[in-house]
């Protein structure tokens, strides 16, 4: 299904100014198109992971290759790339379908062009009746969509999403999680999905990275092959399913007591 | 809803009333003399026969204010956008600022009128001066304030600094800066009677503050109190129009505006 490689790190450090190793000797492949996920305790240096990747920190050593024609420019970020942050992260002052069009704004898209953008984006996410709502009168869970839907609208083929739905009820991340899936079944965007919950990074990947701390390294590497139209509540109460989250929850319990 | 409001303001008003009412029937009973204080019903008879020489002062004094109040806004707001988009201005500047800032203004005013020629404009300098900084500080602390995830997308998305001030900072800035703004509607008026006060008769056209310092010259103290009273109707004036300005501006999305349904 996925052919390719969409980025390839290598012997990736980050050390801060305080003298903490946030990352050190880290070796990962991204496919292009994958699904992946970063799963790891916190401090284990996977936000910092993905905020490199993004390009809005700079690594200390080591190095990144986008082997398909899109190398990591000195100062710039990976085209087309999309971020959701922990927290929706709006502006209470835009309605919804200006906090969508935002990334459009910013890179002076043609006025007709972006609004049909932002019309997709928010039927992807189920939003079209809220495009004149403001943030303040959605729910955790819209506002979560309408951060994806800013996140996707420039159509990325590079999506990061960093722990998005730790802050949302069960049954709200539950169903945010088959959306997600279901996007991603239909967009292809290469996406890197950062978590500390072992069963929400099985059930959406392709691919696991366990993460340890103290320093940040890769501990772990898991093949999810569970095919995505059998991704459904069912499945996570198959055997298949418990036996990834008990091997790769005994991965995690390992690298943490190390 | 209306009726409501109403309800709420009812206490205040029968308290004013009742305040009114014992004033008169006090100066009445006790013969006060007007030098020390006038009843209420000779303030409202000096309202309406001085009516003509108030009025053009309630003028003078209102566009005073209403000038310096422009003035410091766009003065404020300027300095504050320099400040936040020039580490260098701001290294150079913001202490200067601060020290004008503590400065009672009240001391400055008088060398302001000895320095400026033109009456009118050194009060409109003196009344601007005192309504400044609230701006200035505000705005400043606003703009610093952008969330900083919301920071972060927009390097993401290679915004132009223009691009994060205007989509960003600025809008982030702007419950701040009206905040600001409401506690300068006040100082404009405070910054206009000092400076008539200081410029004493040497403006014409002078304004309430004039009328006070020459019906106290004159004894004529029922008209003195008519000339507070109408600095008040100002400074409520004020008040009312900075914060509807306020809620206009913010009444789609900032916290301070919505009202909560229980």
């Known amino acids: 299904m996925t052919s390719g490689v969409f980025a390839s790190i290598r012997d990736l450090g980050k050390h801060f100014a305080d003298g903490t190793v946030a990352l050190q000797g880290l070796n990962l492949t991204i496919p292009l198109g994958g699904f992946v996920s970063l799963l790891g305790p916190s401090g284990c240096g996977k936000s910092t992971l993905l905020r490199i990747l993004a390009g809005l920190t700079r690594p200390s050593s080591g190095s990144i290759e986008f082997p398909h024609g899109e190398s990591h420019a000195a100062r710039g970020n990976p085209p087309g790339v999309g971020f959701v942050f922990q927290e929706p992260t709006l502006m209470p002052w835009a309605s919804v379908m200006h906090n969508v069009a935002l990334p459009l704004r910013l890179s002076r898209t043609p006025k007709d062009q972006a609004a049909d953008m932002v019309r997709t984006a928010l039927a992807s996410v189920g939003l079209s009746d809220f495009a004149h709502a403001y943030p303040r009168q959605l729910s955790g869970g819209m506002k979560m969509r309408v951060s994806i839907a800013r996140a996707i609208v420039t159509r990325p083929t590079f999506l990061l999403l960093d722990e998005p739905f730790a802050a949302l009820d069960e049954l709200t991340r539950l169903n945010l999680n088959n959306d997600l899936l279901e996007l991603w079944s239909r967009e292809r965007f290469t996406t890197v999905f950062v978590t500390h919950s072992v069963s929400e990074a099985v059930y959406l990947s392709q691919q696991v990275f366990v993460m340890a701390p103290r320093p940040g390294r890769v501990t772990g590497d898991y093949s999810i092959d569970i095919p995505p139209a059998q991704r459904t509540a069912e499945v996570r109460t198959s055997i298949l399913f418990n036996d990834y989250l008990r091997t790769i929850a005994h991965r995690l319990r390992e690298g943490a007591a190390s | ?262």
């Open chain 2, 1 to 262: 809803m209306k009726r409501r409001r109403w309800r709420t303001a009812l206490p205040a008003v029968l308290m004013g009333a009742a305040l009114l009412v014992l004033w008169e029937a006090w100066v009445r009973h006790f013969d006060v003399p007007t030098y020390i204080i006038p009843g209420p019903v000779a303030i409202a008879k000096a309202l309406v026969t001085d009516w003509p020489v108030l009025a053009s002062s309630l003028l003078a004094t209102l566009r005073l204010t209403l000038f310096a109040l422009l003035f410091a806004t766009v003065g404020g707001l300027a300095a504050a956008i320099a400040f936040s988009e020039s580490r260098f201005i701001e290294r150079t500047l913001f202490p200067y600022a601060v020290i004008l800032q503590v400065t009672p203004s009240v001391a400055i005013a008088p060398l302001i009128i000895i320095w400026v020629n033109n009456t009118a404009v050194a009060l409109i300098l003196c009344a601007t001066f005192v309504a400044f900084f609230p701006i200035l500080s505000a705005t400043v602390t606003g703009l610093k304030s952008a969330d900083h995830h919301l920071t972060e997308l927009f390097e993401l998305y290679r915004a132009r600094r223009w691009q994060s001030l205007v989509y960003l900072r600025l809008p982030t800035a702007l419950p701040y800066f009206l905040s600001g703004f409401r506690i300068s509607g006040g100082l404009a008026l405070v910054g206009a009677v000092v400076a008539e006060f200081v410029a004493g008769s040497g403006g014409h056209g002078s304004g309430l503050a004039y009328r006070i310092l020459d019906a106290g010259y004159q004894l004529q103290f029922p008209r003195l109190f008519a000339a507070l009273v109408l600095i008040s109707v100002i400074g409520v004036g004020m008040h009312f129009l900075t914060s509807f300005l306020s809620y206009l501006c913010l009444r789609t999305w900032h916290e301070s505006s919505l009202e909560r349904e229980r």
